[in-house]
């Protein structure tokens, strides 16, 4: 009697279920070690940003106290935001429509941006614009700020986000040091 189709052996084509969970088993190994690598370059590239960001806050004031003498600096992100359909002291169209939002801390990279005056009325005669980790550990691990005398500071131990700083607090060795 001659054999039937049943009756043969089918070769097994495919992987076994070890197999795939061998497979499976590396690729979890090398995401485990890669995505901490991958959220370290994250929180240095928002701290990057943020910097970056702050010194063109500084770079903004000047450019403000110097165009709207009468009011001194600007003692509100808003201000040095866009202005539509013409900037003014009010809207001076100095910084992007993140760094420059009504509402502060303006969110920008992982960070929250806001300027603070000790000065009650204008003319504004100093600022201090600071920037702080939005998640502190995960979006940066690093607070700045820039009084009105020009030099960028980061806070000396941070342990967790910090609202806006006073200019004497930023200036004090003790709690801030320059950024080389």
Do not use: H, W
């Not at 691990?141 to 986000?161: E, H, M, T």
């Amino acid at each position: 009697m001659q054999p039937t189709i049943k009756d043969r052996a089918v070769p097994t084509r495919g992987f076994s279920l070890i197999e795939l969970l061998i497979v499976v088993a590396i690729i979890l190994v090398i995401a485990a070690i890669g995505v901490p690598s991958l959220l370290r370059a994250r929180m240095a590239a928002n701290e990057s940003a943020a910097v970056a960001a702050i010194r063109n806050i500084r770079n903004s004031e000047a450019t403000y106290i110097i165009t709207y003498a009468s009011a001194g600096f600007a003692n509100t992100l808003a201000k040095l935001g866009p202005g539509a359909p013409n900037c003014d002291q009010n809207t001076a169209c100095l910084v992007d429509e993140l760094i420059g939002c009504k509402t502060e801390p303006c969110p920008k990279s992982g960070y929250g941006f806001s300027i603070k005056s000790d000065s009650a009325a204008e003319p504004f005669l100093d600022f201090t614009a600071t920037a702080s980790p939005l998640s502190f550990g995960n979006s940066g691990r690093n607070n700045y700020c820039v009084p009105d005398d020009g030099v960028l500071r980061q806070q000396r131990n941070p342990v967790a986000s910090i609202g806006p700083q006073t200019r004497k607090d930023c200036s004090d060795p003790a709690q801030f040091t320059p950024v080389q």
